[in-house]
């Protein structure tokens, strides 16, 4: 990469590469063993998840594969049965097969997890940007408010909203983005804010910009990278407090098998199979363990400053 | 869950705030006192939203599961609590109410106070939490310093990837492995001779019993990793700075430098991370309470939202804002003495 000065050294012309931050970053990634690892066991998660709620294929489609069985159908002859080829997972109290269950979980926690970022992104960037670029008394009232819902214990504001709007995946959905952008707003503030002081972004002002511009421009690449990091990271939170809520009784309900909801029948009967909680809790484990990695890998990779 | 360092009532706002004292000790006074009376619209707020949410969410207190009460019943006890007048002069009264420290009635406990059923779990609560809280800061600490002492030994390799896995692993997850392994495992080994127990009601403050055993390690394995993790970082940073290669160099002995120099300086973070970790140890009791069956705060808040119980939840709610935030408070202030460069803003 960098030449140092006054030495000959040979140019290689084949590679006159210029890799872009995108580029740049996915080698970096790709470097770090456990984020791959983690990548490819979400993937191999959407892959289940998806195949669990394949629209056209009642029972999913990995019934129809005969691969696991119906997340739904009851069979009240075959309950806590032990794992077995016909259910690789066993079956539970009410005899329906686990292993569809806990993929068909997948479906549950892998969009509440990350589609609820999306909604942080919204909530959590709109009040950043607007707190760090107008400053003054706007950003003062944002800010205090930012403080306020600080103030709340996370899971104890996500129980008080999901109670208030019933217990669905929507409200849940809701909850959670209306709870967890607080992070997000103080992280793009503070970008925002230090940004507002490059030169760069001066030269623009000078030249005339407009500030929609000068936002989609200069503010939004280069305050991503964090705020990609932050997202991925609030992933694992929305899956744990999804399960959490669920594990409670407040959350998703049955016969709707949230991994949450499936710790929770498989807790109360953990004295006569203990098989049938365990399934449900290693993957929500797995699943936060995975993004995490992630998260990390993202990290290390957006961030060329930090050494690790 | 803090709420910032900084000056949230700004000068001139409040005109006799704006006196300026001169000192370290007075600055500081009048630090607490901004900062104490700037809870005051947070708890104001923390009621609003509580209540109109509560009163948002649907069914009522007086629902049943099978028979419903009759609608005169109902009537009877919506007058009785005051629940019959119309929704703003219920909030007005309860904050007038809490203004005085009245909290109401529990509207599941027939005349049972709010404060009187806070008081009798809060023993519970307080024997978990603090049990964890004196465990986790050094066990966190102490891992994370000597993962950073031996950085990439084997020591280091065991610690950072216990800390990694248990940083992202549920507690609820933890707690039912214990439980399966601790309780029914060695029960079913030892042919019921010797096993955790899963239930069973604490003593109240007494750290040191077996039924404390799994509901520690539940509501701890997280925050000691992430302890652990910060405390690592930092350490390593610290190692790396130039006054620690100086202080090698003057030939200084090994146990002096950690402890005088890089101990002091790396353990700054991990303070600011004990306010997090306060308000992750009452989240974490909603859960840990509910599965162990331990009778404290956090569960008698699930049922209560669950029993639509109006005046526990915001009494909760309260309470537990009010600890969070003086917590963060006393993390804030101690902050100062430890890193002469931060300087209380005004």
């Known amino acids: ?308 | 869950m803090a709420v910032t360092a900084g000056a949230p009532l700004r000068r001139g706002v409040l005109p006799f705030i704006a006196w300026r004292p001169k000192g370290r000790t007075a600055t500081l006074a009048v630090y607490i006192v901004r900062r104490l009376l700037w809870m005051i619209p947070v708890l104001f707020f923390v009621i609003v939203i509580t209540f109109f949410l509560m009163h948002q969410a649907p069914g009522g207190p007086w629902d049943r599961e099978g028979r419903q009460l009759s609608p005169a019943v109902v009537n009877n006890l919506n007058i009785k609590y005051g629940l019959d007048k119309p929704e703003w002069q219920q909030f007005l009264l309860y904050v007038w109410g809490a203004a005085h420290f009245d909290f109401g009635d529990s509207l599941q406990s027939p005349g049972q106070h709010v404060s009187t059923l806070l008081l009798e779990s809060w023993p519970y609560t307080f024997t978990l939490g603090a049990a964890t809280f004196l465990l986790l800061v050094p066990i966190g600490v102490g891992l994370g310093v000597i993962a950073a002492l031996r950085q990439n030994s084997w020591a280091d390799y065991t610690a950072l990837g216990m800390a990694t896995v248990f940083a992202s692993t549920p507690n609820f997850v933890v707690g039912i492995l214990l439980i399966i392994v601790f309780a029914i495992g060695l029960n079913k080994l030892t042919g019921g001779n010797f096993y955790l127990p899963t239930g069973g009601l604490p003593e109240p403050y007494n750290p040191f019993q077996v039924q404390l055993l799994m509901p520690v390690f539940t509501l701890g394995a997280l925050p000691t990793a992430y302890i652990a993790r910060l405390t690592r970082a930092s350490t390593l940073e610290t190692l790396r700075q130039d006054f620690v290669r100086t202080a090698w160099a003057k030939g200084l002995k090994g146990r002096l430098v950690v402890t005088r120099h890089v101990l002091k300086n790396s353990l700054i973070p991990v303070v600011t991370a004990l306010g997090p970790t306060f308000a992750f140890l009452i989240t974490g009791s909603f859960i840990v309470e509910t599965l162990f069956s331990i009778p404290g705060i956090g569960r008698s808040f699930v049922t209560s939202i669950e029993s639509r119980d109006y005046t526990m939840i915001l009494g909760t709610t309260l309470l537990f804002a009010v600890l969070i935030a003086l917590v963060n408070l006393v993390v804030d202030v101690l902050y100062v003495f430890i890193d002469p460069r931060v300087r209380l803003s005004d």
């Open chain 1, 1 to 308: 990469m960098a030449t140092a000065i006054g030495i000959a050294q040979p140019v290689d012309w084949d590679v006159p590469e210029q890799t872009g931050l995108w580029k740049d970053a996915w080698i970096r990634f790709r470097r770090n063993r456990l984020a791959v690892a983690g990548l490819v066991v979400v993937i191999i998660l959407v892959v289940m998840a998806f195949g669990a709620r394949l629209p056209g294929t009642p029972g999913g489609l990995w019934k129809i594969l005969h691969l696991a069985g119906d997340p739904f159908t009851q069979d009240v002859t075959n309950t806590y049965a032990l794992p077995s080829l016909q259910h690789p997972m066993g079956t539970d109290i009410l005899g329906r097969d686990l292993m569809a269950r806990v993929f068909y979980g997948a479906s549950i926690s892998l969009t509440i997890g990350i589609v609820v970022q999306f909604l942080i992104l919204f909530i959590g960037g709109s009040i950043g940007m607007a707190a760090g670029y107008f400053g003054g008394w706007i950003d003062n009232l944002l800010m205090r408010f930012t403080d306020i819902m600080f103030a709340f214990p996370d899971l104890l504001l996500v129980l008080v909203f999901v109670a208030a709007f019933g217990p669905s995946f929507w409200s849940i959905f809701i909850a959670l983005g209306l709870v967890y952008w607080t992070n997000l707003a103080r992280l793009v503030r503070g970008q925002v804010l230090s940004i507002k002081e490059k030169e760069y972004v001066e030269a623009a002002i000078m030249t005339g910009t407009s500030p929609l511009k000068l936002i989609w421009k200069h503010l939004v690449p280069n305050s991503l990278g964090p705020v990609i990091v932050t997202l991925t990271f609030g992933i694992p939170a929305a899956i744990f407090t999804e399960a959490a809520l669920s594990f409670l009784g407040i959350g998703i309900r049955p016969p709707e098998p949230s991994w949450g909801v499936m710790i929770e029948d498989g807790y109360a009967g953990i004295f006569a199979d203990p098989l049938q909680v365990i399934f449900p809790a290693i993957a929500v484990a797995f699943t936060m363990l995975s993004f995490t990695f992630i998260g990390d890998g993202l990290r290390d990779a957006l961030d060329p400053r930090m050494k690790r």
